[in-house]
């Protein structure tokens, strides 16, 4: 009996032992200094539940993305820009200046931070967001939006790419190097006659040259109709901050799309969306939606 007691109380040191070893420190705004890549995703969306055209729900919807970067100084003050889809709006090629400010966080590493999006009137927003893996990581939710798109919620993700207080400078050529996977799910028109959109999902694999010129395959799943395996190439352009424009052409449907987003984690991994068909009159624009997530899979020589 008592070896068992003696066992059982070593195991218990033990689980606190483990327990102590992965606990997250508290948090301080010295935790989230630095500069971070962020996704947001979500929608506004009413519908009605007694559809009579199952599975389908009839009513509308605004779906809602934007990629951020944004750098925090060690008082909370976080300078940076984003591009964003948001129902009918959005999908502009330069990105839009925000400054959030952190207004709580408590040593539980949760807290409150404000920003204000351009509009007439502006929106203020106030979202609360949880601190993960000693500020290596931060979720996101909506708590309070002044003048936003009704009934709109999303989280949000964001990974940390530096821990100075300075913006990133340390970006080129280098940091897109090697062989990527991009996963994107998208609002495509379809038939402009009918004003018709569908979900668009695609995979593309890339392989990008130290000179930012890339090739690579695309598969695509549109309205019911799958295409595989086509060519594409283009043009990646990294800025010093991290974020950088890529230039997709697709020869067999003679179509160009500007995407824009940032790098993190040295290039592993980007955040991203398409924003503009290049020569289309902007009331022609076939992108109605897009947000896609990049991860390397190996270096390319």
């Known amino acids: 009996m008592n070896r068992m007691l003696k066992f059982i109380a070593f195991l218990l040191c033990l689980c606190v032992a483990v327990a102590a070893a992965y606990a997250q420190e ?48 060690s008082k909370g003050i976080g300078n ?13 090629p330069d990105p839009t200046p925000v400054q959030v400010t952190i207004t709580e966080l408590k040593p539980d590493c949760t807290g409150n931070l404000t920003y204000v999006v351009p509009g007439s009137p502006p929106d203020t927003i106030v979202e609360r967001f949880i601190v993960l893996d000693e500020g290596r990581e931060i979720r996101t939710i909506p708590i309070s939006l002044s003048n936003g798109l009704p009934g709109i919620v999303w989280t949000g993700t964001a990974h940390r790419i530096s821990k100075s207080s ?28 009918t004003n018709t959109a569908f979900a668009d999902a695609l995979l593309m694999r890339l392989n990008v040259a130290m000179t930012g010129n890339y ?4 598969h695509e799943s549109v309205g019911g ?13 990294v800025n010093p901050d991290c974020s950088f424009s890529q230039i997709l052409n697709i020869p067999a449907i ?14 592993k991994q980007a955040y991203a969306m398409a924003v503009y068909i290049p020569g289309v009159p902007a009331d022609q624009q076939g992108i109605k939606y897009s947000l896609c997530q990049v991860k390397r899979i190996d270096r390319y020589e």
């Not at 779906?63 to 925090?72: G, L, M, N, R, S």
């Not at 160009?256 to 984690?265: D, I, M, Q």
């Open 215 to 218: 090739t690579g395959t695309l």
């Open 254 to 267: 003679s179509g160009t799309v500007l995407a824009k987003g940032v790098y993190f984690e040295q290039g």
């Open 26 to 73: 508290k948090c301080s705004l010295q935790t989230i200094t630095g500069t971070y890549a962020m996704y947001e995703r979500g929608s506004s969306m009413f519908v009605s539940v007694n559809s009579t055209s199952a599975p389908f729900y009839p009513g509308v919807i605004a779906p809602f993305a934007t990629v951020i970067e944004v750098t925090f100084d």
């Open 80 to 92: 940076g820009f984003y591009w964003i889809w948001a129902g009918t709006l959005g999908g502009l």
């Open 225 to 237: 109709r799958f295409v595989d395996g086509i060519p594409v190439n283009g043009t990646i352009t």
């Open 166 to 193: 300075k913006p990133v400078n340390s970006c080129g050529p280098q940091t897109a190097h090697g062989s990527y996977l991009t996963s994107c799910e998208n609002l495509l028109e379809w038939d402009s006659s």
